[in-house]
């Protein structure tokens, strides 16, 4: 059974930093371009930025500069470094990643998303 799994989520005062953690776990070969969206309540979920297996990310405009995506591929992880966070930041925040196992299947998975809201 492949799926994701996000940490990382919480309570963080405006201009502070939380770092969000995407595992994968399961029979998974690789690990291809992964993605991490939000959700705000009424809103659609975007995406806030991807990261392909060669490493080469995309941000959306209301985030760069302030997050990173980073991977791990022999871990199987992807990262979300928050920093100067912003009231408007406040979401569910999910993990989604293209991945093939060993049965030669590609494969399309949705962690099930880590809560980041930012008060003070």
């Known amino acids: 059974q492949v799926q994701l799994v996000e940490s990382g989520g919480g309570l963080v005062q405006p201009g502070g930093s939380l770092r969000l953690s995407c595992a994968a776990s399961?029979?998974?070969?690789?690990?291809?371009?992964t993605g991490w969206y939000r959700q705000a309540p009424g809103k659609q979920r975007e995406l806030v930025a991807d990261?392909?297996?060669?490493?080469?990310?995309t941000y959306v405009d209301s985030v760069k500069g302030r997050f990173t995506i980073s991977r791990d591929n022999a871990k199987k992880m992807v990262y979300l470094q928050m920093n100067s966070v912003k009231p408007e930041d406040t979401a569910a925040y999910y993990c989604?990643?293209?991945?093939?196992?060993?049965?030669?299947?590609?494969?399309?998975?949705w962690g099930q998303g880590t809560q980041v809201t930012v008060s003070s």
């Open positions: 989604n990643a293209d991945l093939s196992n060993y049965f030669g299947q590609t494969l399309n998975r």
């Open positions: 399961g029979s998974i070969r690789s690990m291809y371009t």
């Open positions: 990261i392909t297996s060669d490493g080469a990310t």
